[in-house]
């Protein structure tokens, strides 16, 4: 293989086009990237907002390919299989991956694609660049033929939202649901309850959310609140009658929406908490709340296998997830789909973005 074109982040938001050398490897694999979904961390990234991260580095976790080329029996698959490729990487040894948590310790500063530096070897460790490293460690699901790429990095939302609003809160069909954020992996928690039968679907964005709010309607939500011009507890007694059994934080940057979560669910509910803050404080929190009204309040990182596997399905059952990308752009133009996706390009019909090969 011969030098590989990467968009590698030399430091924040210095962006650089450049040719790497394909390192030598004895086990694992190499992936032939076809498309890179953009999320909060490469936009966080590109911003130096993660204290850490280690630059230089690849930015992209949200990676589909197709199998290039493999070393030994890691890799389950055959050479041209498309698939979509887990985030994280579980070593399966460390406290933290025996403990099922997504945060194996095995590599510095984090053991994720799109989160380790270039200089960890092989180095090709991000999806903006046209091969990826297939560590052994590697968790990967097959993909169809029939979709296309850039829809198909859409798995990994989906992922995201299965987990959060079935797995965690042990969602049973009938319960309701209020979704806090309306950005790809809040429309994608708003599917996959409405797949495992939520009784009543809620979804709350700001005033520059309108498209993905629109969304939210077609996709069959019975609220959508812009709360920017409605109060949302007032919106969701209205509509609903009663306090949701569930509500999930998805939103940016913004530490406000753990209170609303936690004065909207019902007593006993259940409130997951999917969203970092940029490291900002939380003030003036009482915990009573927690106690009086007997919560289970649950931090969520990361998707399990289980949920890759259903959201590789979904992806061949759901014809509206094609509406789900929204914004595709070639790698030479990384840089701008970063700041699209942090809605620095504005933020009409914006729902997700793809960088494609």
């Known amino acids: ?22 390192r ?7 992936l032939a990237v076809e498309a890179t979904g953009l999320s909060g961390l490469e936009v966080q990234a590109w911003k130096g907002e993660r204290r850490d991260l280690r630059y230089p580095l690849i930015p992209g976790q949200h990676v589909v390919g197709r199998i290039a080329d493999t070393f030994d029996d890691s890799i389950p698959y055959e050479i041209g299989t498309r698939v979509v490729v887990e985030p994280v990487i579980r070593c399966g040894e460390c406290k933290s991956c025996r403990d099922g948590l997504a945060s194996c310790t095995r590599r510095r500063p984090m053991n994720v694609y799109g989160g380790l530096p270039s200089t960890e070897p ?62 790809p992996r809040g429309l994608a928690c708003l599917l996959a309850a409405q797949a495992a039968g939520a009784g009543w679907l809620g979804i709350s964005g700001l005033d520059v959310d309108g498209d993905r709010l629109d969304l939210a309607d077609r996709l069959g939500a019975h609220l959508t609140v812009d709360v920017t011009t409605r109060d949302l507890g007032t919106a969701v007694a209205n509509s609903l009658g009663t306090r949701p059994d569930v509500v999930i934080d998805v ?36 915990s009573d709340v927690i106690i009086s009204k007997q919560l289970h309040v649950v931090g969520a990182l990361g998707a399990s296998s289980t949920a890759y596997a259903w959201a590789t399905r979904q992806l061949e059952t759901d014809p509206r997830i094609d509406d789900m990308v929204s914004h595709e752009f070639p790698l030479e133009e990384a840089n701008r789909a970063i700041q699209a996706t942090a809605g620095m390009l504005g933020h009409d019909e914006l729902i997700s973005v793809a960088v494609t090969f």
């Open 122 to 183: 092989p180095g090709l460790w991000g999806g903006l660049a046209e091969r990826l490293y297939l560590d052994p460690n590697a968790r990967l699901h097959e993909v169809s033929d029939d979709i296309q790429a850039e829809v198909a990095t859409f798995a990994h939302s989906l992922a995201a939202g299965y987990t959060w609003a079935v797995e965690i809160p042990r969602l049973q069909p009938g319960e309701n649901v209020l979704v806090l954020g309306p950005g």
């Open 1 to 22: 293989m011969d030098g590989v074109k990467a968009m590698v982040l030399v430091e924040p938001r210095r962006l650089s086009a450049m040719v790497l050398p394909a």
């Open 251 to 286: 939103t940016s940057d913004d530490p406000e929406a753990i209170f609303s979560a936690m004065d909207l669910v019902r007593p006993g509910g259940r409130v997951v908490l999917a969203s970092t803050k940029g490291g900002r404080a939380l003030g003036n929190f009482f």
């Open 24 to 30: 030598s490897v004895e086990r694992g694999g190499w």
